[in-house]
């Protein structure tokens, strides 16, 4: 089992271009999230999908788009990249209470 | 879920000495989990609190939730510098969904 995917592991925009970022898990979990992480701002949820072909907002969803057209894909978009969204994004899966992580992609807007 | 405090924010020990973070609520929590960032990783859940006066037992670590349930304390003995990174609490609020996490307390462990 791979757990939770996350592909790029890294990538660097420019102000205005837009972006997909893929999460994919192999543990048949019904709900995915998508996180960003600052420094010194914890993890904060930006969009989450309880179940395929379901989306829904989290605390900042401002700016972020999200698509669940599979059960073990989970997409995150940016239409357009602005500086502020600069950040770790990380994805994760459960089943219940607990979260299952990925590996993370660090974001460079420039 | 209720957003959470955690103190310190930042703590440094020599390898051996023991080290505490607080997760701290003004409102009842139904619930803390509690995870565990090493530098340049990912979360990795460690474990879920969900009754009042609980404590639970990891090898070197251990974890309370307060009577109050407003609360709670990740406690680790005799640290190692494999304990170091970021600690975090977060509770649900009762829905699965909706997980709030604390900003963390970075540990870092001297040799």
């Known amino acids: 089992n791979a757990g939770v995917t996350q592909t790029p592991k890294f990538r660097v925009l420019k102000t205005g271009q837009s972006m997909t970022l893929l999460c994919a898990q192999d543990?048949?979990?019904?709900?995915m999230y998508w996180y960003r992480q600052d420094p010194g701002m914890g993890l904060r949820l930006i969009h989450y999908s309880v179940g395929e072909g379901t989306t829904a907002k989290g605390e900042v969803p401002d700016g972020y788009n999200v698509s669940r057209l599979k059960k073990q894909n989970f997409l995150l978009g940016l239409e357009s990249a602005a500086p502020s969204q600069t950040s770790v994004y990380f994805c994760a899966s459960s089943y219940s209470y607990r979260r299952f992580f990925g590996p993370g992609t660090r974001l460079t807007v420039l | 879920g209720q957003q959470v405090m955690q103190i310190p924010q930042y703590q440094h020990v020599q390898e051996g000495e023991d080290f505490t973070t607080y997760c701290n609520s003004s409102?009842?929590?139904?619930?803390i989990q509690w995870y565990k960032q090493r530098p340049g990783g990912h979360p990795v859940f460690l474990i879920q609190l969900v009754k009042s006066g609980e404590v639970k037992k990891q090898k070197r670590l251990t974890f309370q939730f307060g009577e109050a349930k407003k609360n709670s304390s990740l406690h680790i003995t005799a640290t190692q510098t494999t304990d170091v990174g970021t600690y975090f609490c977060a509770n649900s609020g009762g829905s699965n969904y909706k997980l709030t996490f604390g900003k963390g307390t970075l540990l870092t462990v001297n040799p």
């Open positions: 409102t009842t929590l139904s619930n």
């Open positions: 543990m048949n979990h019904e709900y």
